[in-house]
């Protein structure tokens, strides 16, 4: 009877040995490893910081995230109405939906800041919704963003024929985008309209350029823009000048654009950014020329009408001195007598007082373009105690013994009434400094409302990302390739220093080329061809049932409209 009872105990134990001596497959082992759960996939590294723990001045820490019963809810808190009503535990984390723009990873999920409950006391942030449907997924726009540009050998300062070169190829690019865009817009009209236009080689049907012809025809006209006033400065910056002339040649194209991207209805936020472009670009060029007209010739021109009026000035004052008639007594203006009425404490208070206007101390730097002392500086920026009633003289019309000494309103008129022969020409600069300062401040003004960074990273990530992301400096403007679309960029700089258009130039041409992807633009490569009999004539504007703009094709020129007339 043990016989059968051995052979079954070997037969065990010689398949516990095997049992030993096998290995585990990889299906065995994750099929054994399902009884561990689903583990949630890692967070991406992109997240923002975690939620703060609950505070410990919160009454009863311990039951605050316990509570499952619906009444307990409802009477502790507000009922909640949106999605993410439900408790956090029971909450899964879902892969983003795979884009064609871009492949993400599937196991990164879809964290949304708002899935914590809310803490005792706090207000839930509702979900904001999208304002344009073009808008790129959260994703794409996050990870467009942190791509890094490519950092391209720099080159160095250029010939002046190099320069020379870019401005005639763009000038000739503007003019073939020019005449694409009015011919192409001109046949987007209906065929009973008065400016309808038909193409001699309309696009297919079904094509993007058929389907967005009127987009299409928009985009040629700013690409056209850009590339006129790419031109335009290349010549300019090769020889550190600026041209007026040649710069309001732009204008009435310039105003022609904009009436196109503003009579536009039902337009998106990455298209009013567009608008913001022209405007900017408005204002840079205002900029540029008042910039240099203040450093070459407006500031020389000031400075000796200047000297003209304290020399008359000072001739006056002695004059009213010298004449007792008129009721002024010799030593009047060194005599320290109390005035008609008493003067206010801040005009009797000593130059460092708290309630005094700061001014220039003697450890300023002093100006050595007119020789004068840092010393004399500093006196001619003292306040000189203002007569009852009347505008106070600045101090850089009157002499050194003259300032910040008591003045009778005798010789306060006398000062007030000295003229002296202003030309014409001085006139018309001084006019022309102010009314671009005025449009300048009102062009920037507009184009910050519709183009500011954040709108440029959020509706333009890969063009964002070339700027902030770069290594070039802010005087590098010839670096660039204005054709690359992966190089690096830099954020235009302040339009009061007089540069910043190339920059201005190129972050446009990028912007054009990234939007212009989806609805197949293709630049110069897609323009309506200009007629044969059309190519051998230069330029030339013509007025059209009063329409302020050029003959497709032609040379932007002047326009005698001032821009506040088309606000």
Request: hydrophobic share 30%; with cysteine; proline share 11%.
């Amino acid at each position: 009877m043990r016989q059968p009872y051995a052979s079954s105990s070997s037969a065990s134990s010689s398949s516990t040995h095997v049992a030993k001596k096998r290995r585990w497959t990889r299906e065995q082992l994750l099929r054994n490893l399902e009884i561990l759960g689903n583990i949630p996939p890692p967070l991406p590294p992109t997240l923002p910081p975690s939620p703060p723990a609950s505070r410990a001045s919160s009454p009863t820490p311990s039951y605050k995230r316990k509570s499952d019963s619906q009444s307990d809810r409802d009477h502790s808190k507000r009922p909640r109405t949106n999605s993410f009503s439900r408790p956090f535990h029971h909450q899964q984390h879902q892969p983003p939906p795979p884009t064609q723009h871009l492949r993400m990873p599937t196991s990164a999920p879809a964290f949304n800041p708002r899935n914590e409950p809310c803490e005792d006391g706090e207000v839930r942030e509702e979900p904001v919704a999208s304002s344009s449907s073009l808008l790129p997924p959260p994703e794409v726009a996050i990870a467009s963003s942190s791509r890094v540009p490519i950092r391209r050998p720099k080159r160095g300062k250029p010939t002046l024929r190099h320069y020379d070169s870019l401005h005639d190829k763009y000038h000739n690019a503007g003019r073939m985008l020019k005449y694409s865009g009015d011919a192409r817009f001109w046949s987007t009209y209906p065929a009973s309209h008065k400016e309808y236009r038909p193409l001699a080689d309309p696009p297919p049907v079904g094509s993007p350029y058929h389907i967005h012809g009127g987009l299409i025809a928009r985009l040629e006209l700013l690409d056209a823009l850009v590339c006129f006033t790419y031109s335009i400065w290349n010549k300019d910056y090769s020889r550190r000048i600026c041209n007026k002339d040649t710069w309001s040649t732009v204008d009435a194209f310039l105003i022609w654009c904009k009436q196109k991207w503003q009579t536009e209805d039902g337009i998106n936020e990455s298209e009013k950014a567009f608008l913001g472009l022209i405007w900017m670009i408005e204002a840079f060029i205002h900029g540029r020329k008042l910039a240099f007209s203040s450093r070459i010739q407006l500031d020389s021109d000031m400075d000796k009408l200047l000297g003209s009026a304290r020399t008359a000035v000072a001739a006056a004052v002695a004059q009213a001195e010298e004449n007792p008639a008129a009721g002024v007594t010799a030593g009047l203006l060194k005599s320290h007598a109390t005035p008609p009425m008493l003067p206010s404490p801040a005009s009797i208070a000593p130059a460092n007082s708290a309630n005094s206007t700061p001014t220039t101390r003697d450890g300023s730097t002093p100006n050595t373009s007119n020789g004068r002392s840092t010393t004399a500086s500093a006196a001619t920026t003292r306040a000189i105690p203002p007569v009852p009633g009347q505008p106070p003289i600045p101090p850089n019309l009157l002499s050194d013994h003259l300032r910040g000494t008591p003045m009778s309103p005798h010789v306060h008129a006398t000062i007030t009434n000295t003229t002296i022969p202003v030309t014409v020409l001085q006139i018309s600069a001084i006019k022309d400094h102010t009314s671009g300062t005025n449009n300048a401040s009102w062009c920037m003004n507009t184009a910050q409302a519709s183009l500011t960074l954040p709108i440029m990273a959020r509706y333009f990530p890969t063009t964002f990302s070339r700027i902030i992301k770069s290594s070039l400096s802010f005087n590098e403007e010839h670096e660039p390739d204005f054709e690359d679309e992966e190089g690096e960029l830099f954020w235009p700089t302040q339009s009061i220093t007089g540069e910043g258009l190339g920059w201005l130039c190129l972050m446009g041409k990028a912007m054009i080329k990234e939007f212009g992807k989806a609805y197949g633009y293709r630049g110069l490569d897609g323009v309506v061809p200009k007629p044969k009999h059309e190519e051998v004539e230069d330029g030339g504007a013509s007025t059209t049932q009063g329409r302020a703009f050029q003959r497709p094709g032609a040379t932007p020129q002047p326009h005698n409209s001032t821009i506040s007339a088309h606000r």
